[in-house]
């Protein structure tokens, strides 16, 4: 696609239940981040993936937050035993290389994740 | 770790006329970047304007420019000739030259018809 896709826009689940956010980002850029805006808020770093690996992941909160991206495109952000306070929105976001000093960070539109 | 803060919550402006929405930062960094962000209710974040901290030029991009102030750690948006479309949160960022943002809470701006 011509920009940053996530899945699912919206997400409401049960405190305690798992969740996967999926993120499909621009054809061709190696660096993909995730980051997390709570009501109010302004985004939050939470990843950062050169490729395949993660190359910081000192922004996830907890190990309950576990991100992945095997072939080095789409990523999948895991939540695991989901709390009320995990309701945010989760943006992802992409570039072509991971300096910002060398190009733009392209966003998706996020995904709103509910936690009752 | 490097703060960034914006003190007005919202702003209102009348199309057509001129909005300046503030921002300060804090960092020990001699070289950075500093960018304002858009977000419409769509939830995606757009780029309006970066500026490059050992630029001693105001950065402009059509009806938006900045007044970076390095020595306060000052960074306003002037935003001028509003226009409905400009109705969105606007936040500021700050990145020290590597891969991270920090973003500040934004600033509602609403455009009166």
């Known amino acids: 696609g011509a920009g940053v896709s996530q899945t699912p826009s919206n997400k409401v689940t049960e405190k305690g239940k798992y969740v996967e956010l999926r993120c499909d980002p621009i054809?061709?850029?190696?660096?993909l981040y995730w980051y997390r805006q709570s009501l109010g808020q302004g985004p939050e770093f939470l990843i950062y993936f050169q490729g395949t690996g993660a190359a910081d992941d000192s922004g996830l909160p907890n190990d309950r937050f576990f991100a992945v991206r095997p072939e080095g495109s789409v990523s999948t952000l895991k939540i695991q035993r989901t709390e009320r306070g995990d309701s945010a929105v989760y943006l992802c976001?992409?570039?072509?290389?991971?300096?910002?000093?060398?190009?733009?960070?392209?966003f998706g539109e996020g995904s709103r994740l509910t936690v009752l | 770790a490097q703060t960034v803060t914006q003190s007005q919550p919202e702003m209102s402006v009348q199309e057509a006329e001129t909005v300046t929405l503030s921002c300060t930062y804090d960092?020990?960094?001699?070289?950075?970047?500093l960018f304002w962000y858009k977000q419409p209710p769509s939830r995606q974040m757009i780029l309006v304007i970066r500026?490059?901290?050992?630029?001693?030029q105001n950065a402009t991009e059509n009806r938006f420019s900045v007044n970076f102030q390095k020595a306060a750690k000052s960074f306003s948006l002037k935003i001028s000739d509003s226009q409905l479309g400009d109705a969105a949160m606007y936040f500021c960022a700050y990145n020290k030259r590597d891969y991270k943002l920090s973003f500040g809470a934004g600033t509602t701006v609403t455009v009166r018809a």
């Open positions: 976001a992409s570039s072509l290389t991971g300096g910002l000093n060398t190009g733009e960070l392209f």
């Open positions: 960092t020990s960094e001699s070289d950075y970047y």
């Open positions: 054809s061709g850029h190696t660096a």
């Open positions: 500026q490059e901290a050992y630029k001693q």
